[in-house]
T-cell receptor, first 113, second 119 residues
Framework: DTGVSQNPRHKITKRGQNVTFRCDPI?????LYWYRQTLGQGPEFLTY????????KSRLLSDRFSAERPKGSFSTLEIQRTEQGDSAMYLC???????????FGPGTRLTVL | GENVEQHPSTLSVQEGDSAVIKCTYS??????FPWYKQELGKRPQLIID?????GEKKDQRIAVTLNKTAKHFSLHITETQPEDSAVYFC??????????????????FGKGTHLIIQP
């Protein structure tokens, strides 16, 4: 499968715990995006990378959230001290640096108890 | 920042009829407008997109129109089939760095339209 992949697909955690998600983009794609989607809503942009550089962060990305893409390939999204309001589907997407089209991964569904 | 409004939230049509979903955007700098289809529990999948230098684009039963002056764009699905049932999202983005070159900033999505095709 050469599409965007995300792991884990599901994560259940207790409030206050830290969680980390991984995204592997399509191999030749330089840009990588993170979105959050809650039930009945459209995806909301969180942040994106061009290669290893984090170019934009939404105000939705509180200081408990951090994203990295150290080698310009896969990316991780960490949430510290999770809250029940963090429960959502976290989607990753990737694109070529000079193209608009973003291809989405299957998402990681986070449930915070 | 950009704001995208989408209507209706739910649309029920008879199989074989046409469906139209409408979106408006607020930032005149936006120049890329994709439409995604999302089935329950699955990833959003791009079905068609349009750029601001084009007024209309068609791909078989699906078409998108864009009115830059009014800042609205619409998805048209003709001859609807049961497999068209899903949630459809419109989105908008501005070019990276505000240039007209390739590459887009993060997408701003509408709230989605649940399309139901009645047999």
């Amino acid at each position: 499968d050469t599409g965007v992949s995300q792991n884990p697909r599901h994560k259940i955690t207790k409030r206050g715990q830290n969680v980390t998600f991984r995204c592997d983009p399509i191999s030749e794609h330089n840009r990588l995006y993170w979105y959050r989607q809650t039930l009945g809503q459209g995806p909301e942009f969180l942040t994106y990378f061009q290669n290893e550089a984090q170019l934009e962060k939404s105000r939705l990305l509180s200081d408990r959230f951090s994203a990295e893409r150290p080698k310009g390939s896969f990316s991780t999204l960490e949430i510290q001290r999770t809250e029940q309001g963090d429960s959502a589907m976290y989607l990753c997407a990737s694109s070529l640096w000079d193209a608009d089209t973003q291809y989405f991964g299957p998402g990681t569904r986070l449930t915070v108890l | 920042g950009e704001n995208v409004e989408q209507h209706p939230s739910t649309l029920s049509v008879q199989e074989g009829d046409s469906a139209v979903i409408k979106c408006t955007y607020s930032d005149s700098a936006s120049n890329y407008f994709p439409w995604y289809k999302q089935e329950l529990g699955k990833r959003p999948q791009l079905i068609i997109d349009i750029r601001s230098n084009v007024g209309e684009k068609k791909d078989q039963r699906i078409a998108v129109t864009l009115n830059k002056t009014a800042k609205h764009f619409s998805l048209h699905i003709t001859e609807t089939q049961p497999e068209d049932s899903a949630v459809y999202f419109c989105a908008a983005s501005i070019p990276v760095g505000g240039s007209s070159g390739g590459g887009a900033d993060g997408l701003t999505f509408g709230k989605g339209t649940h399309l139901i095709i009645q047999p």
